[in-house]
């Protein structure tokens, strides 16, 4: 059975493989709504709150090796299970949790069951759809997996009211269970076999396995891709992107909110956007990575730079132009893709998307520190002039990023053309 010859059997594959990623985005995010309830559920300060975002990202960005490892050796359709379970479990655990060091144990396990979902799902669209159907279908994947962000804000929200803080959180562990059943009945790890299986993990074997990734610089390419890209809408949209809009740009709270639901929209029309550009054109991922990271870095300079309150639509314009930067960030994985061999291409997926995860637990917690040391005493009023300073650090990360991807694309450049030149004389 060839990669195309059940093409309704892919598309049914991938989207059950897609609903398991966007129900752990909303896993994810699904704290977002109920912060004020979590800080009188568990008499926590606005500070040990945040330590839940912070606490998510570094599990998550530390997992990703590791879950990429276990796929290359059980395989997608085990991993996601795995992580399914996990999932479920840790939700519940969270809606019955009274405690705060319970509640953070529950959200740790959230993050690991989060973090092996979605290297999942790119192993399944690589085995299952056309190499030219990839970039795109990858760009789908991201895309539309943010909107379990969406769903984790409405409809949690009235969940809430309606159900109360346990019966909202094991109404959405229940997913779970519908989730299990799926996996189990219609995905595959190949069309050809349901279970696909790698070599043994020996100490000895993943230290080859990620050394010869790591050694690609392809796969080096794709990670400094990731990690310039994502951090800025990412550290906004969990944790201080609402605090800027309202303290450092004198928003409303409605309009700061219905912002960064902009920045949502930014990502869902961007990823097939992209996706399209890759596939068309994937000797230029590099250069339109570097476009995105350019627009990105002038307009986040006009919003600081501007004296006083920057106006609405420039504020507009940010929230377009650093939505660009996640699915920006899914073309490492392209590289991940055409630079690896399929043994090894979930280690070396796990290596890229680590990247701007780490990038923004950096920045989270450096803008907490800028924030606090340009704010005079123990007061969290923060002011216009903090923020600026504070959000200024993403230059650091811009320019970190930007020299490595220069650097990166030159080698990945002379690596194809010394393979191309090596097969010309062979053949």
Known sequence: MTRTAQPRLAWAVWGVGLATYLVAVFHRSSLAVAGLLATERFDISASQLA????????????????VGLMVDRYGPLAVMLAGTVVLTLAQAGFALA??????????????????????CVL???SRWFAPRRVPLVTQLTGTLGQLGAVL???????????LGWTGAYLLTASLGVVLTISLVAVVRDAPDQRRVLGPRLSLAVVRRSLAASWA????????????TTQFSATTLSLLWGYPFLVQGEGLSEATAGLLLTLVVVAIMYAGPLLGYLVSRHPWHRSTMVLVVVAAIVVVWTAVLAWPGQAPLWLLVLLTQVIGLGGPASVIGFDLARTSNPADRLASATGIINQAGFAASLVLVVAVGLVLDWRTPGASTDYTPEAFRWAMSVQYVLWALGTVQI???????????????LEAGINA
Do not use: C, K, N
Request: overall charge positive; charged content about 20%; hydrophobic content about 55%.
């Open 123 to 125: 192993r399944l669209v």
């Open 406 to 420: 220069v650097r990166y694309r030159r080698r990945a450049r002379r690596v194809i053309d010394r393979a191309a």
């Open 152 to 162: 984790a804000a409405v409809p949690m929200t009235i969940a809430l009211r309606e």
């Open 98 to 119: 009274e405690s705060y060091p319970a509640a953070l144990a529950a959200r740790t396990f959230v993050g690991m069951g989060d973090a092996m979902t979605f290297i």
């Open 51 to 66: 330590t839940f975002t912070m606490l998510q990202l570094l599990v998550y960005a530390l997992m990703q090796v590791p």
């Open 216 to 227: 690609h610089p392809g796969t080096r390419l794709g990670f400094w891709m990731h990690f």
